[in-house]
């Protein structure tokens, strides 16, 4: 069973997820999901919280991954975080891909953006995923990708830019 606040959202073959006690950025553990090879992909859901339509976010997270390369352009697989934008009856209306998890993230990488939730937007959930495995250096690499300390907050009004 997932974490609390979080559901598999959808997991294809040998996909899979745990809470790693041995690899963490801050505190003593973090989300480990693995792919093994590229048929295979899994993504883990937040529960929904409440959001403003219109109002600004900033979503930031660590990330890294253990070998391979996660390359989207190349037609492979990709690890990803991202923000799903829910109405009213909690359908999605829009997602924001925050990250792709690259060569430059196998130490402990930061991400972080800014977002607006779009019009209609009630509430939103985070989605962590990982897919397909690529043959770089051993055709038997499997991907792994770490998340930890996720943020996820509004801008005060007092903030916001005003239009120009």
């Not at 509430?123 to 897919?131: F, M, T």
């Not at 397909?132 to 801008?155: I, K, M, Q, R």
Request: proline residues 5%; glycine residues 6%.
């Amino acid at each position: 069973m997932p974490p609390s606040g979080w559901a598999v959202a959808a997991q294809a073959c040998d996909a899979s997820w745990e809470v790693d006690a041995s690899t963490a950025h801050g505190g003593a553990r973090s989300l480990l999901l693995r792919s093994a090879d590229r048929t295979s992909g899994i993504e883990l859901r937040s529960d929904a919280f409440a959001v403003s339509s219109g109002q600004e976010h900033y979503f930031t997270c660590w990330a890294k991954i253990a070998r391979g390369a996660i390359d989207h352009t190349w037609g492979q697989t990709v690890a990803a975080a991202r923000i799903y934008w829910l109405d009213a009856s909690a359908r999605e209306i829009s997602n924001s891909e925050i990250l792709r998890v690259a060569y430059t993230a196998r130490n402990w990488t930061r991400f972080t953006r800014k977002l607006v939730a779009p019009a209609g937007a009630t509430s939103a959930r985070v989605g962590l995923g990982v897919s397909g495995s690529v043959p770089n250096d051993d055709l038997s690499t499997e991907n792994a990708v770490w998340f930890d300390d996720l943020e996820f907050w509004p801008t005060p009004p007092s903030m916001m830019r005003a239009p120009v």
